[in-house]
C-alpha cells in the first residue's frame, strides 16, 4: 500500500468519523448553524491536510489515533478559509466541489457565522485534543496553526492575493509566490509540522519538515493554477478558468501553461529528495523496517500525486 | 481608587500599549489589513473586558504584567465580533464608537478578513503568553475562551440574535435570556474566570467567578438595551433607536423600560452579593488588606457603573 490515493481512500472514513466527533451534532442549538458548519465540512473535501498529518505522523512513529483530532481541526480551518474566500465581498464564488457553496445554500450573515465557529472551533481543538499529549504540546499545536493562518500568513496571502486582482504588483513573481507560499502553503507546512509536534520532532526534523511542507503547499497551488486552466468545472467541483476571467495573478497567468508545468516537475523533484531523507523515528520505525520505507513510498506518492491530480 | 472609572482611566494606557505591542505594526504587511485590524481596536473601546480581567486578577492576588496579554486577547476576540456584527450582511451599522465602521471606512473583505486574523491573533495569543504561566494555565485559556465564543457560546448568541430579528420566539422572555447569556455575557464571564486561571483558582472559586461573570454580562446587556432607548447617537457613538426600529427582541421591548430598569437594578443588588463573598488571595491580599478591601470597593463600583454608564 504504497500509492497516495489509496492510503486517502483508506484513512478517509476515521477522519470523517472524526470531523463528526468533534464539530456540534446538527440537532443541537443553533441548529441551523451547526447544519450549516456540517454541510461545509462534509461537502466532499478531500482531507489532504489530516492525511497529511496521519502520513507523517505515522512516518515519525506515531499512531492515527493520536493524530486524527488534530488534522480534524486543520480540515475545520481549511473550511473555514474555503467558505470566508467564497463570500461576494472575496472571490464571490457559488460553486464549490460541485455543490453550492455555504452562502448561496444558506446566506450570508450564516456564512460569515459558520466560518468564524470553524476557525474558533479549529484552534480550540488543538487545545484540547489529543488527550495524550501533554499540555505544552497542545499549546505548541495552537501557537503553530495561529501563526500559519494569521495575518502574516494564510489571512495576509488572502488579501495579496485580492489586492494583486486588482493590479499586478512590480515585481509579479516575487508576489505570486509570496501570496502562495502564505495562502496555500501555510497550512500545509503547518500539518507535517503538527505531527512533528505530536512525535517531539527535534529542531533539525522540524527544520526539514517546514521545508518539505514548503514544497508541498507549492505544487499543490501551481497544481492548482494549471488545474484552472486545463480542467473543466465537471471533473474540478467548481467554475473552470476563473483566475484568467478575473486576471488572477497565476503560475500560468504569469509563466505560461508550459513553464508552469516545468516548474511544477522541478519541485515535485526536490519534494522527492527531501522526503527520502525524513528519518524514520521510534521503536516502531526499528522494529518495522519494512513499514517504514513503505511511508517513504507514501510520501513519494503523495507527491506524485499532488503534480499529477486531476481535481 | 474604588471607582471603577478611575480604574478603567488608569489601567487603560497599559492595556493599550499592551494591544500595540501585540498587534502586527502597520508598516508590515499586508499594511492595509494591519492598518484595519488597528482602526478596530484603537477605536476608542472601553476596555472593559481587559479591565475585568485585571480587577479580578489584583483580587486574586496577581500583578498586572501577568493579565495584560490575556486581556488584550479578550479585546482583539471583543473587537472581531463586532467588526463582523456590524457587516451589511449581519446588522449593517454605519457607526461604531463615533466613526464608520470598519468595512464603510476600508471595505466589505478587509472587515471579513481583518475580523478573521483578530480572532485568530487572540485565541493564540493567549496560547503564547503570559511567558509566566505554565503551559497547562495558557492551554487550558484558549480552551475556556474557545468554548465561550463557539457555536454554543458567542457566535450562537448572535445566531439566535438575528433570527429573533425576523421572528420573535414562541417564548420569547427565555430566548432573550438565552441570547445575552452567549452573545455578551460568556465573553465577560471568560474575562473573569481567565484571571482565575492565572491565578490557579480552586473549582469552588471558578464557580464563584462564573456566576458573577454572568451576572455582570446580563447587567451589561439590560443596560445596554435601555440606552438604545434613552441615549442619543451622540453620546452612544452609534445609531441609537436602532433596535426599535429592527424590531429587535430586547429587554425594553419585551418587558418596557421601567421594568428593565428595575430588572437592572435587581441583578445589580446579586452581583454585589456575590462580589462581596470573593475571596482575598495569596500573600499580597494578606499583607495587604487595605488594598483588598479597596478592590473588594472596586468590584462594587464596577457593578454600579455597568448599572449606571451612559455610553
Not at 30 to 35: F, I, K, N, V, Y
Not at 71 to 84: D, F, P, R
Request: aromatic share 4%.
Amino acid at each position: 500500500m504504497s500509492d497516495f490515493k489509496t492510503f486517502l481512500a483508506e484513512v478517509r472514513p476515521s477522519i470523517d468519523a472524526a470531523l463528526d466527533r468533534l464539530l456540534p451534532a446538527a440537532s443541537q442549538s443553533p441548529q441551523r448553524l451547526h447544519e450549516a458548519m456540517r454541510y461545509a465540512v462534509f461537502a466532499g473535501g478531500k482531507r489532504i491536510r489530516p492525511a497529511l498529518v496521519l502520513l507523517t505522523g505515522a512516518r515519525l512513529g506515531l499512531g492515527h489515533e493520536m493524530l486524527l483530532a488534530g488534522g480534524s481541526a486543520l480540515e475545520m480551518i481549511h473550511t473555514y478559509s474555503l467558505v470566508h474566500d467564497d463570500l461576494p465581498a472575496l472571490d464571490n464564488d457559488d460553486l464549490r466541489r460541485g455543490r453550492p457553496t455555504l452562502h448561496r445554500r444558506y446566506d450570508e450573515a450564516t456564512a460569515i457565522l459558520a466560518g468564524d465557529a470553524l476557525l474558533t472551533l479549529g484552534l480550540s481543538t488543538l487545545a484540547t485534543h489529543p488527550p495524550t499529549a501533554t499540555a505544552e504540546q497542545r499549546r505548541r499545536a495552537v501557537e503553530l496553526v495561529g501563526e500559519a493562518i494569521g495575518s502574516r500568513g494564510m489571512i495576509g496571502g488572502q488579501v495579496d492575493d485580492l489586492a494583486a486582482e486588482a493590479e499586478w504588483p512590480d515585481d509579479a513573481a516575487a508576489a505570486l509566490e509570496a501570496i502562495h507560499r502564505r495562502k496555500t502553503g501555510e497550512l500545509l507546512t503547518a500539518s507535517v509540522r503538527l505531527a512533528g509536534i505530536y512525535a517531539g520532532s527535534s529542531a533539525a526534523e522540524d527544520e526539514l519538515l517546514t521545508e518539505l511542507g514548503a514544497l508541498l503547499g507549492l505544487m499543490f497551488q501551481i497544481g492548482d493554477d494549471i488545474l484552472d486552466v486545463v480542467g473543466t468545472s465537471g471533473t474540478l467541483g467548481k467554475t473552470a478558468g476563473k483566475d484568467a476571467a478575473a486576471r488572477k495573478l497565476t503560475y500560468p497567468g504569469l509563466y505560461g501553461l508550459e513553464e508552469s508545468k516545468r516548474l511544477l516537475g522541478e519541485t515535485h523533484d526536490q519534494a522527492q529528495a527531501l522526503a527520502a531523507r525524513l528519518p524514520g523515528k521510534g521503536p516502531a520505525a526499528a522494529e518495522r523496517a519494512g513499514e517504514a520505507s513503505d511511508r517513504v513510498g507514501l510520501f513519494l506518492s503523495l507527491i506524485h500525486y499532488l503534480s499529477t491530480r486531476d481535481h
